[in-house]
């Protein structure tokens, strides 16, 4: 039987990079949710490992050894003796490199679709233990829900109730490096980056008062990639001149940016301009949760 999955556009919210820890890693604080835009993987069970990509972007994700989904299902596989897998099918279709953690979301998928196959809760310690050595989003992907993740990756919060928050995600086909990004913040080991305190978010916040939290937030990789990719800046400010955007922020270390609407129509009126205007622009309304 085949086993469906969608992998949700990661989104973050803010982004805090506090320090660089002596180990190399950006000790981080970000509040993240997930967009109904994803990619769809399946998997149909079977003797051997395999992985096929189509879509609109599968050219950009390739479906050798480097992919995450089959390192995710390797990963597993390394500790479960014979854990069944098989056959997985990847329609790719969010943006490649771009801020959403699609392919932290695609290996999370993956590590659901065999999860089920072999009858293994997502709490398994072998299922986590296996996210986190695949990648730093990946953990927060398992669950697909807004939560805030601390660290690099590994600590997460409780599953947070968001009040409907109506969004544009915005992207100019334009390739940013997150190694080089990190690296153009210039942190050395040990060194101390944040500045003041982060906003505080409770678990079914209105509208309102969530909006006026996430402008306390930031996210600290914004100049940094803009300086590499400079239509960042463009997109941002497209985005904030659409009529009822709430706040305008990049996901992730970009080049994806996104727009928060109070109503669903003002979303999809937005992301329609947007992708009239600039034809080689990725542009969807989506909700975030």
């Known amino acids: 039987m085949m086993l469906i999955e969608r992998a949700h556009a990661k989104v973050n919210l803010t982004l805090r990079v506090n320090c660089r820890r002596a180990d190399g890693y950006h000790d981080l604080e970000s509040l993240v949710a997930f967009a109904s835009a994803a990619d769809l993987l399946t998997l149909t069970p079977g003797p051997a490992l395999s992985l096929r990509v189509e879509g609109p972007t599968a050219a950009a994700a390739g479906d050798g050894d480097g992919n995450l989904v089959l390192k995710a299902a390797r990963e597993l596989a390394a500790g479960i003796p014979h854990l069944a897998s098989g056959a997985f099918h990847l329609e790719k279709r969010l943006p490649v490199a771009a801020g959403l953690g699609g392919g932290s979301s695609d290996a999370a998928a993956a590590l659901r679709l065999l999860a089920r196959a072999n009858g293994l809760a997502l709490d398994d310690a072998r299922v986590l233990d296996a996210a986190r050595r695949i990648g730093s989003d990946v953990p927060v992907c398992l669950e697909s829900r807004a939560r805030a993740m601390r660290g690099a990756g590994e600590l997460l919060g409780p599953q947070l109730n ?60 914004e100049d940094a990639a803009i300086f590499d990719a400079p239509a960042i800046s463009h997109v941002l400010a497209v985005i904030a001149a659409a009529p009822g955007c709430r706040l305008a922020r990049m996901s992730g270390s970009g080049a994806t940016c996104f727009g928060l609407f109070a109503t669903r129509s003002g979303a999809i009126r937005a992301a329609r301009v947007i992708r009239r205007d600039n034809r080689n622009w990725w542009a969807t309304a989506v909700l975030l949760r």
Request: zero cysteines; proline letters at 13%.
């Open 162 to 221: 968001l009040p409907p928050l109506f969004a544009v995600l915005v992207n100019p086909g334009v390739g940013v490096s997150t190694p080089q990004v990190f690296a153009r913040l210039g942190l050395q080991p040990g060194e101390v980056h944040g500045f003041g305190k982060p906003p505080a978010f409770a678990d079914g916040m209105p509208f309102d008062a969530m909006i006026a939290a996430l402008r306390k937030g930031r996210n600290d990789l």
